[in-house]
Structure formats: structure tokens, C-alpha cells
């Protein structure tokens, strides 16, 4: 048997040397340095860059569901977008939910009573910043083998490829970014013990443009 890769790891190689290079990211091929790319070829390669996410992200979903041997779960969604959690209030407050419990990555698990079903409060947006959502978050949800249920949270390992124009350009979003911005999903429970969550981590590469002069967004 002869060494070497495989088809499709021959084709992503490819792929990525193809990428690196319309970027002038190639460091190490030879020649003089390459011009900066154009608009079409940034957008062509942000496109490939975000197919390639979304493979990640569903391969990695299906390490995770074969991992925990995970059955896909029906969760009904209260709310998803603008505005705040309703009906509920900050723990310590007088009118604190029955029971709260909050996961670094994950959200918070809320029970307003302890005769409600148990709610997930996630946050509506992936990728995003003060200038606004990139990519909103899709949550997963599922049930392992011993009855416990969990919501599957994406997290982007984001690898940052960066473009320097020589001139000015402008940088920020110039406004401030919308409200409070929330996820909300209902478990078909009332055992708050019987919820949880996991976080599913994916690779996902960006191009970030910037320049030498860059000028604040009026």
C-alpha cells in the first residue's frame, strides 16, 4: 500500500493553497507578493470559507450525536429575535424564577414554577458584534440513553485570515447595534434536573479586511 491522502483530502489541500493564494496569504511560495484581491475575489472566498463551516458544524453534530448515542429531540421555541426573556426575572429578585441555573457557553436553564416546563434561554446570535448578528445561532437538541435532555450549542473556532489594504478606509458600524436579542425554547419537562447542555465546537475560517488608514465610521 502507498502513502500519500486521500481524494478529498487531496481536493480540500488544493483547495485551501487556491484560497491562501487569491488572499496573498501564501507566504513561502515564491515570487513577488501578490496585489490585493479584489472585492469579487474576497466574496468568492468568504463563500467557500462558509460552506466549508457548515460541513464542519454538521460532521461535528454527528461525532457528537454518535459519541453520547444522542436521539434527536422535539423542543418547542417560545421565542427567537429581538426583545427580552418573558416572564422572567433576575435570580434574586422578588420575582426570581423557581429554579435557574446557568452554564458558561451553554445559557440558562429557567423554571418559573415548579409545576412549568423547564426553558432554555440562549443567545439568539453565533457570530456577531456591536455592529450586529453575522450568523445566528441554530440550536440542537436531543436526548441521551438514560433519559437525560440536552441542548447541543455550536461554538465557532474561528481562524482569522486578515487582508491590509494600503490607503484609508473606515472601520465600526457608526450606530449602535439593536436591543436585547434572545433565544427561548421550552424542554417537554418539569424535572429541572433532567436538562443540560453541550457544547459542539467547529472549525469555521474568516477574512477579516482592514487598512493602514483606517477612519471611525460616522
Not at 429581538?82 to 457557553?105: C, E, L, Q, T, V
Not at 458584534?129 to 441554530?138: A, I, L, P, V, Y
Not at 487582508?163 to 436579542?181: E, H, L, R, V
Request: glycine share 10%; net charge neutral.
Amino acid at each position: 500500500m502507498t502513502g500519500g491522502l486521500a481524494s478529498g483530502e487531496v481536493a480540500g489541500a488544493m483547495r485551501a493553497i487556491t484560497i491562501a493564494s487569491v488572499l496573498g496569504l501564501c507566504a513561502g511560495c515564491g515570487g513577488a507578493a501578490a496585489p490585493p484581491p479584489s472585492p469579487q475575489d474576497v466574496a468568492k472566498v468568504r463563500a467557500e470559507y462558509e460552506a466549508q463551516a457548515e460541513r464542519n458544524l454538521e460532521r461535528a453534530l454527528a461525532e457528537q450525536h454518535q459519541r453520547d448515542n444522542l436521539k434527536p429531540l422535539s423542543v418547542k421555541k417560545i421565542a427567537h429575535g429581538p426583545g427580552n426573556p418573558p416572564n422572567w426575572k433576575p435570580p434574586g429578585s422578588p420575582d426570581a424564577p423557581y429554579k435557574h441555573r446557568y452554564i458558561p457557553k451553554v445559557g440558562e436553564f429557567v423554571q418559573l414554577k415548579p409545576e412549568d416546563h423547564v426553558q432554555f434561554h440562549g443567545s439568539f446570535c453565533m457570530i456577531g458584534s456591536s455592529c450586529g448578528c453575522q450568523r445566528e445561532m441554530k440550536y440542537h437538541f436531543a436526548e441521551k440513553p438514560d433519559g437525560t435532555l440536552v441542548v447541543l450549542v455550536p461554538e465557532a473556532q474561528q481562524k482569522v485570515h486578515t487582508i491590509t489594504y494600503d490607503g484609508p478606509c473606515s472601520f465600526g458600524c457608526g450606530q449602535p447595534g439593536s436591543g436585547p436579542m434572545v433565544s427561548i425554547w421550552e424542554f417537554p419537562t418539569t424535572d429541572f434536573d433532567r436538562v443540560t447542555g453541550i457544547v459542539v465546537p467547529f472549525e469555521r475560517h474568516v477574512v477579516v479586511e482592514t487598512c493602514t488608514k483606517p477612519i471611525p465610521a460616522p
